[in-house]
């Protein structure tokens, strides 16, 4: 079974001081630069909701936010239209697509300081509240394909995840802590994006 969306969020190391209207301006210019592997569309601005979207990059399958929920600045990566075949393939291109726009992110010069997302945290919400409900059986159902999933992104280090709560009023999701890692680059290179 596959959700109809999962996401996955990385965390800023260091959010404080970070102005949100700075990443219209940023991906904008990833759409005219095809800086992503997918066609991007537009750009939103939602910073008026509170701890809500924050600053939006829509593309044709998946979306990118700069969001601030629970008051905690992020990059939410959401894979809005599946195309794989199994919930692991899933989940390991949408840790891939996730963790090549944080790097983009901490890559581009015009962040002062410079942007540095956290790899030693991450959240993974499963967006489909039908087929996924925030309760202890969806946490079976998946806990195979996490673990597996994990032990890749993580090469083979302490990793571990648990639901973040279980209240049928809120999208089931998992916060996961590695052990080992200290930047993105030691992710990306289990996730073979870099070169």
Not at 46 to 65: A, C, K, N, T
Not at 110 to 118: I, N, V
Request: a negative charge.
């Amino acid at each position: 079974m596959i959700p109809l969306r999962i996401q996955v969020k990385f965390f800023l190391e260091n959010p404080d001081g970070v102005d949100l209207s700075a990443f219209m301006g940023v991906f904008q210019r990833w759409i005219q630069q095809h800086a992503l592997e997918e066609l991007l569309i537009d750009v939103a601005d939602y910073r008026h909701v509170f701890e809500g979207p924050g600053i939006v990059l829509i593309g044709h399958y998946s979306d990118y936010f700069m969001e601030n929920h629970n008051s905690r600045v992020g990059l939410l990566y959401t894979r809005k239209r599946q195309t794989s075949a199994d919930l692991q393939t899933q989940l390991r291109d949408s840790f891939r697509l996730a963790l090549a726009a944080c790097k983009l992110l901490e890559n581009d010069t015009s962040f002062e300081p410079r942007l540095k997302f956290r790899a030693d945290e991450v959240e993974i919400r499963f967006a489909d509240r039908l087929q996924f409900p925030n309760k202890s059986e969806t946490f079976n159902l998946v806990k195979a394909d996490l673990e597996a999933v994990l032990a890749e992104v993580y090469g083979g280090g302490a990793v571990r995840f648990a639901p973040v709560q279980q209240d049928a009023r809120h999208i089931f999701t998992i916060e996961v802590r590695g052990e080992g890692v200290t930047s993105l680059s030691d992710l990306l290179r289990q996730t073979s994006v870099e070169g």
